[in-house]
């Protein structure tokens, strides 16, 4: 069973939108429901005011004809597109798109990145060489009509390009020609020209358009681009030139004879392709020319192409195998007939296989179109989401009633235990201080005899020095301790050594120290960790010059050797003094404890 649902085709030219409502007909072909068109005026070919006239236009067409259908085919005018015919070596078909690839990096005049692009294998030449399609258009520019189309309410199913579209509306109406045929559009800015021969097309983009008729015909009159546009319909011609006489209206004067360098030009350039397309493309003469598009109905201009081409003229009928509406005005059809090449092709896209089938959609539009389709699906993923995170909350909200009441019977439960193991701890933390201070006591029981076994260990020293050095320079010498200084492991303020409690022993000379200091001296870490020795001895430099230094390093060594002391950390401070009289010399020796003294 057929769909009958009907789609647009829109062709967003410079001159003017195109508007054409189709459906696929009970015969499987095409069936023209309505159309319209609507003039840009000079916005429609100025960059910065395209978009929005575009938008206006095609609003306005959908609001005149009462349109409901969503889905669109576009194409876009033709002087925003680079297409080109390239000739491909003959490959393996896995290898042309990546040959293809590489053809648009050369020959495309923007990045790649920044156009969006597809091909087509056209045929074959004789030489075997395949003849490719390949057109691009930029990225932005596609993206913008993408906009149009949505912000006037319709889903964009296809964006092509116009002179693919006349290539299919015309194989769709004159598939039965065989000999080389040229159809001919004359767009508002730009002009395609296509060869269609044997089931072979070419076409050529070239850039002269009907408004520089109206634009040359403007400034010499002196006319807005509006109103001259209107003159120029209403009453322009293209001269026959020669002897035929200069009509008397000033208007169709100058007009046609601006249209005549117009088709001139034109020509030039239809001459110019016809060259090329048998000498590089090994194409036959053209035995038809078609015309179509706007400027192509001004008076002669069909008279003008049949004498400089010498070959017969007609207007393409697009609409010569569509089946039309009964409710169509033919009249007011037969007018317009010959601008609808490019909806009649973009319709036909809906229907079965097309010559030419390209697809300017870029992925951004492509991805947005899909979020767009999938857009039911994930609001109806998020309204489920929404009732099971409210059957969630109000499952917890009574889950959280009945752990409350669970947790009041738990801490009523609780706090008789917990009175219990308040008080436990209480006892427990005066028991560890009660332990705490067993263990300072027990500590300073052991360190009793701390100040004793120092003051032997020193002892020993001094008279093992002392005969170290009577052995040495011959003659007795004396050394002993004028004041000795504790200080704890962190660098506090040394201070003389005193006693810290009642009951430790006193080294000899320090009875009368004051209390605090020794405490003071110990510190933050609560321990004696070294003493420093200020030493006095009988000098022998008499004797000999190193005798002191000799007295001094024998002392120094008895004390490393003593274990007692850290040995590394046993050392001099500062310099051994001169001679001082009566006869004696001073230094210090700081001394490490192996063990030190606790508080």
């Known amino acids: 069973m057929l769909n009958l649902k009907s789609f647009l085709a829109v062709d967003f030219g410079a001159g003017s939108v195109k508007l054409a409502e189709f459906e696929v007909n009970e015969a499987g072909g095409l069936r023209l429901k309505q159309y319209g068109i609507e003039s840009l005026g000079p916005e429609g070919g100025q960059e910065s005011t395209r978009a929005a006239a575009l938008l206006k236009a095609l609003q306005k067409l959908l609001a005149e004809k009462g349109i409901k259908s969503k889905d669109v085919n576009v194409c876009t005018a033709g002087f925003q597109v680079f297409s080109k015919f390239v000739p491909l070596p003959p490959v393996e078909a896995n290898k042309v798109e990546q040959i293809v690839q590489y053809e648009a990096q050369q020959n495309v005049p ?28 930029k990225a932005d520019v596609v993206e913008g009509l993408f906009k149009v189309a949505e ?14 579209a006349l290539c299919n509306a015309f194989r769709y109406n004159y598939g039965d020609l065989e000999d080389c045929t040229m159809l001919l559009d004359i767009g508002a800015k730009t002009s395609n020209l296509l060869f269609f021969e044997k089931g072979k097309v070419f076409s050529r983009s070239i850039n002269i ?23 120029k319909i209403a009453e322009g011609f293209v001269s026959l030139g020669g002897a035929y006489a200069e009509p008397e209206n000033p208007h169709q004067a100058a007009i046609s004879k601006i249209a005549r360098q117009f088709m001139t030009r034109l020509h030039i350039q239809v001459n110019q392709t016809i060259q090329f397309y048998r000498g590089q493309q090994g194409g036959s003469a053209p035995v038809g020319l078609f015309l179509s598009g706007g400027a192509s109905i ?35 059809l037969a007018r317009v007939a010959h601008s609808l090449g490019e909806v009649v092709g973009l319709g036909l896209r809906n229907l079965a296989h097309c010559p030419v089938e390209l697809n300017l959609m870029p992925d951004s539009t492509l991805r947005w179109q ?20 409210c059957a969630s909350g109000w499952l917890f909200q009574k889950l959280t009633a009945v752990k409350a009441e669970e947790l009041q019977k738990l801490e009523d439960e609780i706090k008789p235990i917990q009175a219990k193991a308040d008080r436990f701890k209480k006892e427990y933390q005066q028991l560890t201080r009660a332990k705490e201070h067993g263990n300072q006591t027990a500590g300073w029981l052991e360190a009793r005899f701390f100040w004793a076994d120092i003051s032997k260990g020193l002892r020993a020293a001094f008279i093992a020095a002392e005969s170290k050095s009577k052995a040495k320079l011959g003659k007795d010498t004396g050394v002993w301790i004028e004041s000795m200084v504790v200080s704890s492991p962190a660098g506090q303020p040394a201070v003389p050594a005193a006693l810290p409690m009642e009951g430790m022993p006193i080294p000899p000379g320090l009875e009368s120290a004051p209390a605090p200091a020794l405490a003071a001296a110990a510190g933050a870490a609560g321990e004696i960790a070294s003493i420093t020795l200020n030493c006095r001895a009988v000098s022998l430099t ?20 003593n274990p007692l002391f850290v040995p590394a950390e046993t050392q001099f401070l500062g310099n051994i003094s001169a001679d001082e009289a009566p006869g004696t010399f001073t230094f210090a020796v700081a001394v490490k404890l192996k063990q030190p003294l606790k508080f």
């Open 110 to 137: 923007f990045p790649l990145e920044e156009v969006v692009w597809d091909y087509q294998i056209m045929g074959a030449r004789p030489s075997g060489e395949l003849e490719v399609l390949l057109v691009a258009i």
């Open 542 to 561: 008499t004797t000999s010059a190193s005798a002191n230094t000799d007295i001094a390093f024998a002392l120094l060594s008895e004390l490393k050797a």
């Open 370 to 389: 899909s979020f767009n389709q999938k857009k039911p699906y994930f609001i109806a993923t998020i309204f489920s989401l929404v009732l099971v995170v």
């Open 151 to 164: 912000d006037a309410g319709l889903r964009l199913q296809v964006a092509d390009v116009s002179p693919a």
């Open 209 to 231: 358009g009907a408004n520089s008729i109206t634009q040359d015909f403007a400034n010499e009159s002196k006319l807005p681009f509006a109103e001259a546009e209107k003159i």
């Open 298 to 332: 001004m008076p002669y201009a069909a008279q003008f192409f049949a004498e400089k081409l010498n070959v017969p003229v007609e207007y393409f009928n697009p609409l010569r195998n569509v089946q039309l509406d009964p409710a169509l005005n033919l009249e007011d």
